[in-house]
């Protein structure tokens, strides 16, 4: 999938990519008074409000566990996640044509600006989800060494997103509709996703069939697994959104390959 001689250009172009990851964290919050300490207050603002607000206020339960945070941990476990997800399927789909001027005037493999793309999403969702875990050892809930688990659900939802998001993005150089059809799609496909509800509430029907079709539901259910009822999850589950995520990549890099010419004159 990703040959020797691009992980040689990568590697060569290594100060580039990372120097880019830099100044894009410092233009973040360099002009902010409180600087990178706002990376840590947004998402602990976050953690706090729905813990009190589920947790405390609401008394919200989630079915088959009696824990007062579990229904918390499960929104914060869903909603982080996929904020990782449309990060970076987000920022993919617009990265050539804000790229353009670079890609123009500077030779560079363009293959960098994906894993831009990953790296700056992966920081920003490192800051997040370690106060998150934080917030679990902290009330109890730190789910032991099935928290490591994470970690392969982890790069395949990597894999899977910026596979989606390579695809996107060369087909949103050539019609600019696509990237405002996937945004106002990626709405939806957060409802259609357990994550603010459990997937035991939805008629069997739609819970066997429509998520089926889902590669997200079994991704995010994962995490949820792990971080909530601190077990393994059904890795024979995942198996269909691990061959979709690596058909992702394959077509993806392919389509970019094929096309980066065309996307030239395009931009």
């Known amino acids: 999938m990703i040959s020797s001689h691009m992980l040689r250009g990568l ?120 106060l998150f875990t934080a917030f679990l050892i902290a009330t109890g809930n730190f789910p032991g060494a099935v928290y490591l688990a994470i970690l392969p659900i982890l790069l395949l939802q990597v894999l899977f997103a910026i596979g989606l998001g390579m695809i996107i993005g060369v087909l949103n150089v050539f019609f600019r509709d696509v990237g405002q059809f996937f945004s106002i799609f990626v709405q939806f496909w957060f409802w259609l996703t357990p994550i603010v509800y459990p997937a035991s509430i939805l008629p069997p029907a739609i819970r066997e069939h429509l998520l089926l079709w889902n590669p997200m539901a079994p991704i995010i259910g994962a995490y949820q697994t792990i971080l909530v009822h601190h077990t393994l999850p059904h890795w024979s589950g995942l198996l269909p959104a691990t061959i979709l995520a690596l058909l992702m990549c394959v077509f993806g890099m392919r389509l970019f390959r094929k096309r980066s010419g065309e996307m030239v004159d395009e931009l």
């Not at 999403?121 to 997040?128: E, K, M, P, Q, T």
């Open 11 to 130: 590697w060569a172009y290594r100060g580039f990519v990372f120097g880019s990851v830099r100044r894009e964290f410092q233009s973040k919050y360099g002009n902010a008074i409180l600087g990178a300490s706002w990376s840590l207050l947004s998402p602990l603002a976050m953690i706090l409000v729905y813990t009190v607000i589920f947790a405390e206020v609401m008394r919200s339960k989630l079915p088959g566990s009696d824990n007062t945070f579990a229904y918390s941990i499960y929104l914060c476990a869903g909603i982080l996640t996929w904020g990782l997800f449309a990060e970076i399927v987000a920022r993919a789909q617009t990265m050539f044509i804000e790229q353009a001027n670079l890609i123009k005037k500077i030779s560079f493999p363009r293959m960098c600006l994906p894993l831009i793309v990953v790296l700056n999403a992966l920081l920003n969702f490192a800051i997040i989800f370690g």
